[in-house]
């Protein structure tokens, strides 16, 4: 599997091309000068792609986990936006969100929580504490957020910093959340969406990039992405290009 995320990372790289003092890869624009989102790394540099074929490891990881327990969820965000928009993930996101669908799906991250025995240690961010689990004979790092119900993020087990320090960026990892509890810009409440999103019908398997994901259907995703970024989350450029006067 890393070996097809390197090639599919390079093979974007081989469509970049210079315009208007910016770089387009596959129709996408952006500003020469950009790092990724959370963990500011050169975009296509070794480092990039390595960060990103473990993160796409991990999401395969966690998609198989969830397809092998019968676990509904669909990617969201920054993620849904880059399926339905170019039909792969978003160059500069380096991160993964998604949604638990149904509360069978938060009462299965709940019970491997609670009834791992083992004492939630806390990290340098304050917000959560984590405890290791087995997936697959391989240990890995879930870890709950102190201040927020349901919220949860799946990390390789070699992520993990306990003491705070110059170098520690955002966590990172695979975002887990459970039901919209959202405010937009413009005041709307986003939590309206829950009431469409509940069941098999509303998600399906998709390819996404080098991995396969589920995702909520078009008209479910442009309402959720209309509701929560405006109409301008179509516009193939990064935001930073997006909002320039011209």
Not at 23 to 39: A, C, L, N, R, S
């Amino acid at each position: 599997m890393s070996n097809k995320i390197k090639e599919y990372y390079n093979n974007l790289k081989l469509t970049q091309k210079e315009i208007n003092n910016n770089y387009v890869v596959d129709g996408i624009e952006y500003p020469k000068y950009i790092k990724t989102e959370h963990q500011q790394l050169e975009l296509f540099s070794d480092n990039h792609i390595n960060y990103m074929t473990k993160l796409f490891n991990l999401f395969e990881v966690f998609h198989n986990w969830l397809e092998d327990n019968n676990v509904l969820y669909s990617i969201m965000y920054g993620n849904l936006i880059g399926y339905y928009r170019q039909n792969y993930p978003i160059l500069w996101d380096d991160d993964f969100d998604v949604l638990l669908i149904n509360d069978e799906g938060i009462e299965f991250i709940n019970n491997i929580w609670n009834n791992n025995q083992e004492i939630a240690q806390p990290i340098w961010d304050e917000y959560w504490m984590y405890k290791t689990i087995i997936i697959n004979e391989t240990k890995y790092l879930l870890l709950k957020m102190n201040f927020k119900k349901n919220w949860f993020k799946l990390l390789d087990y070699e992520n993990i910093n306990i003491k705070k320090n110059k170098d520690n960026k955002d966590l990172g990892g695979i975002d887990i959340a459970y039901k919209i509890n959202e405010i937009d810009a413009g005041g709307n409440d986003l939590s309206i969406m829950n009431n469409y999103i509940c069941d098999k019908t509303t998600v399906s398997i998709v390819q996404y990039g080098p991995v396969l994901a589920r995702v909520l259907t078009q008209e479910l995703s442009y309402k959720l992405l209309d509701l929560r970024y405006g109409n301008r989350w179509k516009i193939k450029k990064h935001p930073i290009l997006k909002n320039q006067k011209h």
